[in-house]
């Protein structure tokens, strides 16, 4: 059995009188890819918030391989392994694509004041390792093109994937994807369901997913927790979620299906 990557336990947070999330436990094993889903309101992105450090809950626990996040500040958790992207796309729409990613790899290229100042060759190194990874970041999502175009000229569907690959850059031991498929036409949504397995399956990162197009999640997810009110209603496979009373009842007691995500 593979260990998880991220063990949440018993997270709870209220907003004055608002139970946004109550004794809320879930795991994601590693290279796994894992769905969050629920009505709107239900709590998914409070969730993605406390995991990233946005907010600190009143009550419980975030492991990421067993160590605990709740005392970590956001950057120290993208630091530990924890990267992701939003809702609303948040790109530097004034740089390009290229150093949209390089900035996600602040960290990881060090080299003295001096050798920057005087642009020396630990600069020089620093500067090319991240271009080159930033590079075969933009190859890997299909952007290989447009490494000097700036974020705001590249069409919407590209924007997601560049949003993706910054993240990526970051080299995560957990990807938390916020609605990714939001606003694709089906060939860019097939070309992300795609990439998402290629990112479990070649770079070995385990996927936390929100995601209100029903079809993504049950063609991608291997494992569903499903929120409604703030609480976990549900949790298993696709077949399992499909046919669940409580799930069918909080999506406008319908059918499960993309007419009620």
């Known amino acids: 059995m593979k260990p998880a990557v991220l063990h949440v336990e018993d997270l ?25 889903i629920g009505p709107n309101g239900a709590g998914k992105t409070t969730v993605f918030n406390l995991l990233t450090g946005v907010y600190q809950p009143d009550r419980g626990d975030i492991y990421l391989e067993n160590k605990s996040l709740l005392r970590k500040k956001t950057y120290q958790r993208c630091r530990m392994g924890v990267a992701r992207t939003f809702q609303n796309i948040r790109l530097f729409g004034d740089l390009s694509a290229a150093d949209n990613i390089k900035v996600a790899m602040n960290d990881q290229f060090r ?4 050798s920057g100042i005087i642009r020396g060759r630990g600069y020089r190194q620093g500067e090319r390792s991240a271009a080159e990874h930033a590079d075969l970041l933009l190859d890997m999502m299909g952007l290989g093109g447009n490494a000097d175009l700036m974020a705001r000229q590249l069409p919407y569907g590209q924007q997601r994937k560049l949003e993706i690959a910054r993240a990526l850059a970051a ?14 036409n ?9 990439m998402i397995r290629m990112i479990r399956d070649q770079l070995g990162i385990s996927v936390l997913l929100i995601e209100h197009d029903m079809n993504v999640v049950m063609d991608l997810c291997e494992f569903i927790f499903v929120l409604d009110y703030g ?15 409580k799930v069918i009842e909080a999506y406008l007691g319908g059918e499960l299906n993309g007419d009620y995500a």
Do not use: C
């Open 231 to 245: 609480r976990i209603i549900a949790r298993g496979t696709s077949d399992k979620i499909q046919n669940d009373a």
């Open 171 to 184: 080299r995560p031991k957990i990807l938390l994807l916020d609605e990714p498929a939001a606003g694709m």
């Open 12 to 36: 709870t947070i209220h907003f004055g009188g608002i139970h946004a999330l109550e004794a809320v436990s879930f795991f994601v094993k590693e290279q796994q890819i894992v769905g969050l």
């Open 111 to 114: 080299y003295p004041l001096a």
């Open 186 to 194: 089906p060939t860019e949504t097939e070309e992300l369901k795609d």
